[in-house]
């Protein structure tokens, strides 16, 4: 249990002092993942900047999601999905995403491109990982973006989730993987949702 996300990242950010001083970046995933990473990032002595990931939410159930995509076109669809929807509705639901992933990179990051990743070791960050499908997502990206090393870290995460993630990567770093996982917010003792305007301030500062 967490008292909130700054003992959550303090911890995190602990496990991963192997990479102090050495040539990586820290990219959290938006708003939560952002005072994570500040925290991280600081114990790194690395730099933090967000990468925007939007899941992919089912048109007669928003709530829930069929996949997620990154910002630079990667895409994560879960197995079936085409069960679901049609090819068209798919088309239309990750136009608007990346409509609204346009929107908070400007918001998040002032419109900036994201720096090089070619050949540099990349920690991922989030405060929590669900269904796993926007750090699927976050992956991918960083893959293609052409990163030496993923590391995925996160202070909590299901037991399933985890095994998918941690082929993926080069390192996944979970803290808590509770037997019965239902949601993020359950290992910590405070929880709110995080606005722009806090997850900006965490990334000014890092």
């Known amino acids: 249990m967490f008292r909130d996300r700054e003992d959550a990242g303090k911890q995190l950010a602990d496990l991963l002092k192997p990479y102090k001083d050495e040539d990586v970046i820290v990219l959290s995933i938006p708003r939560g993942g952002a005072e994570i990473g500040y925290w991280v990032a600081k114990e790194l002595r690395a730099p933090h900047k967000a990468i925007v990931v939007r899941k992919l939410p089912l ?72 269904m796993g499908s926007t750090m699927i997502a976050a992956i991918k990206a960083c893959s293609n973006l052409g990163a030496k090393r993923i590391i995925a870290a996160s202070p909590v995460s299901s037991r399933e989730v985890g095994l998918v993630i941690a082929k993926l990567v080069d390192e996944l770093i979970i803290i808590e993987t509770p037997h019965n996982f239902y949601a993020v917010a359950q290992v910590y003792e405070r929880w709110h949702d995080v606005t722009y305007e806090e997850a900006k301030k965490w990334l000014r500062e890092s």
């Open 59 to 130: 048109p007669h159930k928003p709530e829930a999601g069929f996949g997620a995509i990154a910002e630079d076109g990667s895409t994560y669809m879960q197995e079936g999905h085409e069960d679901w929807l049609s090819s068209e509705e798919i088309k239309r639901v990750k136009k608007e995403q990346q409509e609204e992933i346009k929107r908070r990179v400007q918001k998040l990051r002032e419109g900036e491109p994201l720096p090089s990743l070619k050949g540099r070791t990349v920690i991922l960050v989030d405060d929590g990982i669900a």
